[in-house]
């Protein structure tokens, strides 16, 4: 009705008042419609972002990937923290969580393997067996077995999708000690 040429006095009493019956609405609130129509029609429409910028370099991306690598039952907090040292920029750990993300890593179980373990002298062990030429009953094993600290080791790390996180450690150490002799029925 405006672009046709009505004043806003013209205007206001052909629309219905809420509060009032039988009266049209203010002709201020007819000139605050308005003006918000041309307001809104000369203002750029709002952008918004499109999404989070990546605040990190790539050369930070590449240090981190390689700590990762090297250290990968490390905390976020503990990577903030090597990445501060290293590179004097201080990271958030959601912002570390994210890049490992879009990079393909993800915190999985760790596998263990013990550093002390030596495939040769396992195989050369049972070859010296198999040369006693006795029965398996006459044999008694004596199994070692330990206590140790390592209830405390972290059981998880980071690793890329679709493959093992494995962890050489160190069994043995600060141990208590115990053996029990068995009998091959036992095994």
Same mark, same amino acid.
């Given at each position: 009705? %405006?672009?046709?040429?009505?004043?806003?006095?013209?205007?206001?009493?052909?629309?219905?008042?809420?509060?009032?019956?039988?009266?049209?609405?203010?002709?201020?609130?007819?000139?605050?419609?308005?003006?918000?129509?041309?307001?809104?029609?000369?203002?750029?429409?709002?952008?918004?972002?499109?999404?989070?910028?990546?605040?990190?370099?790539?050369?930070?991306?590449?240090?981190?990937?390689?700590?990762?690598?090297?250290?990968?039952?490390? %905390?976020?907090?503990? %990577?903030?923290?090597?990445?501060?040292?290293?590179?004097?920029?201080?990271?958030?750990?959601?912002?570390?969580?994210?890049?490992? /993300?879009?990079?393909?890593?993800?915190?999985?179980?760790?596998?263990?393997?013990?550093?002390?373990?030596?495939?040769?002298?396992?195989?050369?062990?049972?070859?010296?067996?198999?040369?006693?030429?006795?029965?398996?009953?006459?044999?008694?094993?004596?199994?070692?077995?330990?206590?140790?600290?390592?209830?405390?080791?972290?059981?998880?790390?980071?690793?890329?999708?679709?493959? /093992?996180?494995?962890?050489?450690?160190?069994?043995?150490?600060?141990?208590?000690?115990?053996?029990?002799?068995?009998?091959?029925?036992?095994?």
């Amino acid at each position: 009705m %405006y672009k046709k040429g009505y004043s806003a006095g013209e205007i206001a009493p052909l629309i219905p008042s809420p509060r009032k019956k039988d009266a049209g609405v203010c002709v201020a609130t007819v000139n605050g419609v308005i003006a918000k129509y041309y307001d809104d029609m000369l203002q750029a429409p709002i952008r918004r972002s499109p999404g989070r910028k990546d605040e990190m370099s790539e050369e930070h991306t590449r240090l981190l990937i390689e700590i990762v690598t090297q250290e990968p039952d490390l %905390y976020l907090d503990e %990577y903030v923290d090597l990445l501060e040292h290293k590179c004097s920029i201080q990271y958030d750990t959601q912002q570390i969580y994210r890049k490992l /993300r879009k990079q393909g890593w993800s915190l999985k179980v760790m596998t263990h393997k013990a550093q002390q373990r030596n495939e040769r002298e396992r195989h050369r062990y049972w070859l010296e067996v198999a040369d006693l030429n006795v029965r398996m009953d006459q044999l008694c094993f004596f199994d070692e077995t330990g206590q140790d600290e390592r209830g405390s080791r972290r059981r998880r790390g980071w690793g890329m999708k679709n493959s /093992r996180v494995k962890m050489n450690s160190c069994i043995g150490g600060n141990m208590s000690r115990y053996s029990r002799c068995m009998e091959p029925q036992g095994l």
